[in-house]
């Protein structure tokens, strides 16, 4: 079983900066592919962004240009750099793991297809 454990978010003005982790202890990020959703309320949860187990990364329309994905496989942490937010972009942010055939493609921000999942953490934008 993997613990998925996010930090990093807040309350933060438009057009500024977070920077969420994901941290799993014990865990290697270059056994599983990751993705960071997010969910607000009343809303279907949302896939925002994913990298795989080669670092290349898929990022929702709604974020390109404005967020990053990365891993540190070292450490077993993601992030997930958040930069010119938006209020749009208030939501609770999940990271989560998936086995990657599962999740290649098109069904990379299919929420059902991944098998583990943190706990969240509030991200709000005014």
């Known amino acids: 079983h993997v613990q998925l454990v996010e930090s990093g978010g807040g309350s933060v003005q438009a057009g500024g900066s977070l920077r969420l982790s994901c941290e799993a202890p014990g865990y290697t990020y270059d056994t599983y592919c990751m993705g960071w959703f997010r969910q607000a309320p009343g809303k279907e949860r949302e896939g925002v962004a994913g990298i795989d187990t080669d670092g290349s990364t898929r990022y929702a329309d709604s974020v390109k240009g404005r967020f990053t994905i990365s891993k540190d496989n070292a450490k077993d942490t993601l992030y997930l750099q958040m930069n010119s937010l938006k209020p749009e972009d208030t939501a609770m942010y999940y990271c989560?793991?998936?086995?990657?055939?599962?999740?290649?493609?098109?069904?990379?921000?299919?929420?059902?297809?991944?098998?583990?999942w943190g706990q969240g953490t509030q991200v709000t934008v005014s």
């Open positions: 989560a793991a998936a086995i990657c055939v599962w999740v290649r493609g098109h069904r990379v921000f299919d929420a059902s297809r991944y098998n583990y």
